[in-house]
């Protein structure tokens, strides 16, 4: 459910975009405009084409948009394509123009446990990964912090909650954690990581959780925690944006429609003109401006819901 303060914060997007569009919006009507903007609210469909800072703005935008990215691009898993970062950026820009390249890259640093981004990472690992770096952005930033001060030697009871200055300082330091040791110790970074989430104002992965994963070893790294809690079937669930890892894979509805189209190949030579025809539409959908009106981008949802993908991998 939406808390009232999202609702102020959707309906003063929804103003602001009809002001900006008003001549098209009228078009319409401005009920109409209303009722189709908050039902692509509903479903998710609401951050299709829009700006970084409005899909972070709420744990339902950040839930929303994974869903979209694994609906758009589960094919490549299936096929069992690997894929570096670099790769896993552009794709994320297609349904984000400006997405930052460096939460990708981040995300990659949690599935490679170092600083290695040309590798290439399998769909599963990285998407896993990546869920955890967008939905919990503010306290994997901040329990960065706390490693690094744990790292560094500091008592518990010096451990203070991080700051934005703090957290721009942490990249290369935590990047060049020792192997050796294996980390920090778990109960004291387990303790800290509690005393954080007492107080702490953003979404942040059930305690009970945290404690299963640094509880299971003596010492633990940075990163190493943070591969556990993308691989830890109950905080997927609770973001509830992912099916399970055993799942993500399974959709009888897109082998039905390539068994389809398959069909179609195999009975009509002249099919393959007529796919790439719809191939270069398709394209040219996906590439879509970020300003395009919530008419368009309904246009565009109602077409892909369920089929985007499947119909976009089945041509390549």
Not at 6 to 31: C, I, M, P, R, S
């Amino acid at each position: 459910a939406l808390t009232e303060t999202n609702v102020l914060y959707y309906l003063n997007d929804a103003v602001t975009q009809l002001l900006e569009h008003k001549d098209e919006y009228t078009q319409f009507g401005v009920v109409r405009y209303f009722a189709e903007y908050f039902t692509s609210v509903k479903n998710g469909n609401h951050v299709l084409f829009r700006e970084f800072s409005y899909i972070k703005a709420t744990s339902h935008n950040r839930e929303s948009f994974i869903h979209i990215f694994w609906k758009c691009f589960r094919q490549i898993g299936k096929n069992g394509d690997l894929l570096a970062m670099a790769e896993y950026s552009s794709l994320l820009q297609l349904l984000c123009p400006d997405f930052p390249t460096e939460m990708v890259q981040n995300a990659a640093r949690i599935v490679l446990t170092e600083d290695a981004t040309d590798c290439l990472m399998s769909f599963s690992d990285f998407i896993y990964s990546f869920q955890i770096q967008l939905f919990f952005e503010e306290f994997v930033e901040s329990v960065s912090v706390i490693y690094q001060d744990l790292l560094s030697g500091k008592s518990p009871n010096t451990v203070i909650v991080p700051t934005s200055t703090s957290v721009e300082q942490l990249s290369s330091a935590v990047n060049e954690e020792p192997d050796a040791q294996g980390g920090v110790d778990s109960s004291i970074f387990c303790e800290c990581i509690e005393g954080l989430c007492e107080r702490f104002k953003h979404k942040f992965p059930s305690t009970v959780a945290v404690k299963e994963i640094l509880e299971s070893s003596q010492r633990v790294s940075f990163y190493g925690f943070l591969m556990a809690l993308a691989k830890h079937e109950g905080v997927n669930q609770d973001i509830g944006a992912l099916p399970n890892k055993s799942d993500l894979l399974i959709d009888p509805e897109m082998d039905q429609e390539l068994e389809r189209l398959i069909a179609q190949v195999a009975i009509s030579p002249t099919s393959n003109n007529s796919s790439s025809s719809a191939a270069g539409q398709k394209e040219t959908s996906k590439k879509a401006s970020p300003r395009k009106s919530l008419h368009q981008r309904k246009r565009i949802e109602m077409e892909s819901d369920g089929s985007t993908e499947e119909t976009d991998s089945s041509e390549n």
